[in-house]
């Protein structure tokens, strides 16, 4: 990571990243900036030396996770205008191919790929481990942040982990609202909800994914969004 904010333009390379790699930058540049981006991280943060991974796969993981976030917002908006009440169709039609398109991800590239939220609806999206929950705390605190790299940790051995935020988008209130106003198959199926009191632009989540170095054993997706 460079050590400058995002609103500052990194004075070697022309880019705006600091602990992050933004939405939006060409892929073969990330390739190139994407081993830096393991050099330095945030105080609270643990270092790499080096990243175990190469530039050409670190690229290749920011560029899948803001095609899928592309995704999730265009299937998001076709609830847009609608006065019909969401149902467990919606959900599958809206919801769950991000979650399908994630574990695709996974099984192609080797990796791990999920969804992890504070506020989650399917307890399998809780975070794992303290890192998870350093890095969605930071992206609450910070909006300026799309998404940075961490080492991976001890359970994980030898890899990085990227990590992309998930922003609330305005037909996301249709089941995020209040929690009186969730639909009936949301109430009936997640009696322990948590992904309530949502406001346009907040953090929803992230993407979470960890690439193992060339030596580790592939890994795949072990959870689908809702």
């Known amino acids: 990571v460079h050590p400058h904010p995002r609103s500052s333009p990194c004075p070697t390379c022309s880019c705006r990243c600091g602990p992050l790699a933004r939405s939006g930058f060409a892929a073969m540049a990330l390739g190139v900036l994407a081993a830096l981006l393991l050099y330095a991280t945030p105080p609270a943060h643990a270092s790499l ?3 175990p991974v ?3 796969e670190l690229a290749r993981a920011v560029t899948e996770m803001e095609q899928l976030d592309r995704m999730r917002v265009a299937l998001a908006s076709s609830l847009e205008g609608q006065s019909d009440v969401p149902t467990t169709l919606t959900m599958k039609e809206v919801c769950k191919p991000v979650g399908m398109k994630a574990m695709a991800i996974g099984k192609e590239n080797g990796w791990q790929v ?15 481990n303290g890192q998870e929950r350093e890095v969605l705390d930071l992206f609450h605190r910070q909006q300026a942040i799309t ?5 991976a940790t001890t359970e994980q051995g030898t890899g990085v982990n990227y990590y992309r935020r998930i922003n609330v ?13 969730r639909p009936a198959f949301v109430k009936e199926n997640y009696p322990s909800d948590k992904a309530v009191n949502f406001k346009v632009g907040d953090l929803r989540g ?14 795949t997706l072990v959870n689908v969004a809702d």
């Open 206 to 219: 992230m993407y979470a994914v960890f690439i193992p170095d060339k030596q580790s054993a592939p890994a």
């Open 147 to 151: 998404g940075l790299w961490q080492p």
């Open 114 to 128: 999920r969804q992890v939220a504070s506020k989650y609806r399917n307890p399998d999206h809780a975070p794992s």
């Open 169 to 181: 988008v305005p037909s996301c209130m249709a089941c995020h609202g209040t929690k009186a106003s």
């Open 49 to 51: 030396e080096r990243s």
């Open 54 to 56: 190469e530039p050409a």
